[in-house]
């Protein structure tokens, strides 16, 4: 079935760095998701991208979906205390994601003061 | 505001007790899931329903069952609970309009001695 690799698992970087996770399917996925859980919380979605070579900004969060559609990335600048938290990257089993989501085991990103 | 609700935040079963998890979602979606999710392995998918009386396995429905008798609620049973069972238990709910994003409840934390 659908595999989606995910790296880093854990990052530790100083606040005011940057943090980069990548994500890797080894399938072309129609769409993928990132979702952010902070601890002791459960998954909020952040941001869906659909089209090949896609960027997308949220603040200082930028999501890319690489050309090929197997790939993506989420890159924060300038790290906040706030980001704390485990990112995951999610893509459709089927049918757009009707059918479930095949998760990322998630980049784990802990911020030193 | 989606809102997706579980019956407990935490639970305490003996093995081979029967246990049910509930889950509720008040914005009438169509498609709802259950996740679990451990360290290291991420969130991976036992069940999901696009309609009321309709299941489908996921990657893991082993030791699992499903109840989806309202659209509002989806309920997982575990007919005779393993220690293996110990998890976080997530529902989830699908916007299929628009972000198609899965909205998550609190979760459960299953312990199974």
């Known amino acids: 079935g659908q595999q989606v690799m995910q790296i880093p698992q854990y990052q530790h970087v100083q606040e005011g760095e940057d943090f980069t996770t990548y994500c890797n399917s080894s399938?072309?996925?129609?769409?993928i998701q990132w979702y952010k859980q902070r601890p002791g919380g459960h998954p909020v979605f952040l941001i869906q991208?659909?089209?090949?070579?896609e960027v997308k900004k949220q603040k200082r969060l930028t999501f890319q979906f690489g050309e090929a559609k197997k790939n993506s990335s989420l890159h924060i600048t300038a790290t906040q205390t706030t980001d704390v938290g485990t990112y995951f990257c999610?893509?459709?089993?089927?049918?757009?994601?009707?059918?479930?989501?095949?998760f990322g085991k998630g980049t784990h990103l802990i911020i030193q003061p | 505001d989606v809102k997706v609700t579980q019956s407990s935040r935490y639970l305490v079963k003996r093995t081979g007790e029967k246990v049910f998890l509930e889950c509720v979602q008040d914005?009438?979606?169509?498609?709802m899931f259950w996740y679990r999710q451990d360290p290291g392995l991420g969130l991976r998918l036992i069940y999901f329903?696009?309609?009321?009386?309709?299941?489908e396995k996921g990657d893991i429905p082993e030791g699992y069952s499903v109840s989806r008798e309202k659209k509002e609620r989806f309920s997982l049973i575990l007919e005779s609970a393993s220690t293996n069972q110990t998890s976080m238990y997530l529902c989830?709910?699908?916007?299929?309009?628009?972000?198609?994003?899965?909205?998550f409840g609190p979760g459960t934390r299953l312990t199974v001695t």
């Open positions: 999610a893509g459709p089993d089927s049918g757009g994601g009707a059918d479930g989501l095949t």
């Open positions: 399938t072309t996925l129609s769409n």
């Open positions: 991208l659909v089209k090949s070579g």
């Open positions: 914005m009438d979606h169509e498609n």
């Open positions: 329903s696009y309609d009321v009386k309709m299941k």
């Open positions: 989830a709910s699908l916007e299929r309009q628009g972000s198609w994003e899965q909205y």
